[in-house]
């Protein structure tokens, strides 16, 4: 069975950093699309970041230029490093992957991510 697992959130105070990755256990199939997405609370989901197969990537406007995703294809693991944090960035983020001969569509648990001001 597929699962994704998020780590790597927390509590960091304003204008710091954090790395939080998305690994995909139990799956021999091939992993296309992943992304991450974040929600606040009484917000809607909201795309944070996507990247594909072949390594082309899709910024949300209000992390471009502080957020960088990246993927290891070879440990089915997709990172988030963030960078500048603002309060506004506190969410809980969650990863999505389609994997499989028929892109099924894979959400991970969410991990917590608290910027203090």
């Known amino acids: 069975q597929v699962q994704l697992v998020e780590s790597g959130g927390g509590l960091v105070q304003a204008g710091g950093s954090l790395r939080v990755s998305c690994v995909a256990f139990?799956?021999?199939?091939?992993?296309?699309?992943m992304g991450w997405y974040r929600q606040a609370p009484g917000k809607q989901r909201e795309l944070v970041a996507t990247?594909?197969?072949?390594?082309?990537?899709n910024y949300g406007d209000s992390v471009k230029g502080r957020y960088t995703i990246s993927r290891d294809k070879v440990t089915s693991t997709m990172y988030l490093q963030m960078n500048s944090l603002k309060a506004d960035d506190t969410a809980v983020y969650y990863c999505?992957?389609?994997?499989?001969?028929?892109?099924?569509?894979?959400w991970g648990q969410g991990t917590q991510v608290t910027v203090s001001s």
């Open positions: 999505d992957a389609f994997i499989g001969a028929q892109s099924n569509l894979y």
């Open positions: 139990g799956s021999w199939l091939s992993i296309s699309n």
């Open positions: 990247i594909t197969q072949g390594g082309s990537i």
